[in-house]
């Protein structure tokens, strides 16, 4: 894990003391020789023995909950966090540049506190249309998304970015669509250059990631690897997100009653894979209007969960943070997705059903 400032540490050192003992005890609770990964962005090892291996678990947090609770909550349980900075709170809060600087200053003070680890950080997506046709709107949704890389290389040292292809609905009936492609394309190369520049001026090595969105520009592995088909894109990566792949609600999944396909997605994009949000949804079997319900994942629904995690670890060779991306309250002390339940849906679910497709291998 990465070394904190000692000093930063003394308000909250009992608390810290305690998630430490937490931790080293997360690693004795394994046995049969089980290795957890530490969370990276580098590829697996062909011999790797993946019934051995274990991914990290995470949750990923709004800006404004990085605190040093929640951040002290995610060590005990073994967990990395990634942080989001919504639209809400970066471009429609009224908050001054000072501000929203803020918000970063407080979370690394909070990091720093407990020992956290953050895995990645998720850019403004709502309202700050990278696939824009209007030039104007597009060349300010990146510059938005580089001030935000640059505060959080600055304080927070993310493994990745996770952008979205584009915002709003873009569905391939629609007239500019192609030409929604080729702007995000465009901002894309941007975004990641800027990206290597600041990398080379922090000394990080952070990558970018898109996500995949069902009425976007990329709403499955096909779209988004046509995306990423683009000079200055060869290294950009992909973030696969469980529920939005079940309703992809274009293209050739127009028709609400078809689905999309997690496994089928992990196996075309490959090593393309940097990171995820984990979460799941009924699909869009039955409903008239899909539905992106965020909810833990489940057994018996559309996603196989243990052959899911085999295929990350060997198709994609995909050694970093099995991230969820679940509902949540604003307390995390409420019936919503916590911390505490992510783990336990980790534990109980994903592993237990890893465990049991390995028996049939």
Known sequence: MKTRNILAAIPVCALALACSCNKEQ???????????????????????????????????????????????????????????????????G????????????????AIS??????WGMHLPYQNNDIASVSEATRAEAVSLM?????????????????????????????SGFEQAVQQSQKSLAQVQAYLDERNAT?????????????????YDAE??????DYPGLEKT?????????LIPSNGKYADPVKNGDALAFVRAVGKRLGTLHIQQNPGAEGQSSPLDKHLQPFTGGLIDWGEFYYELLTSAAYRGCFLYETSYTDTYGGSGST???VKENYTETILSEYKNYLKTK
């Open 26 to 92: 997360t690693k004795e609770d394994f046995s049969d020789g089980i290795r957890i990964v530490e969370p990276t962005t580098e590829y697996g090892l062909e011999s790797d023995d993946v019934s051995k291996l274990q991914l990290t678990p995470g949750k990923l947090l709004p800006i404004k909950n990085v605190t040093a609770t929640n951040c002290a909550r995610a060590v005990k349980a073994g967990m990395w966090i990634d942080i989001i900075t919504s639209d809400a709170v970066i471009t429609e």
């Open 94 to 109: 009224g908050l001054s540049e000072q501000e929203i600087e803020q918000l970063f200053i407080n979370g690394e003070e």
């Open 113 to 118: 506190q407990t020992g956290a680890d953050v």
């Open 146 to 174: 580089n001030r935000m890389i640059d505060l959080s290389l600055k304080y927070f040292k993310p493994n990745h970015f996770v952008i979205h292809p584009s915002s709003g609905s873009k569905l391939t009936t629609d």
């Open 202 to 218: 922090y000394g990080t090595n952070a990558i970018l990631c898109v996500e995949n969105c069902p009425k976007s520009v990329a």
């Open 223 to 228: 779209s988004i690897l046509h995306l990423l």
């Open 237 to 245: 990566r992909i973030c696969l997100d469980t529920g939005h792949i």
């Open 339 to 341: 911390i505490e339940t």
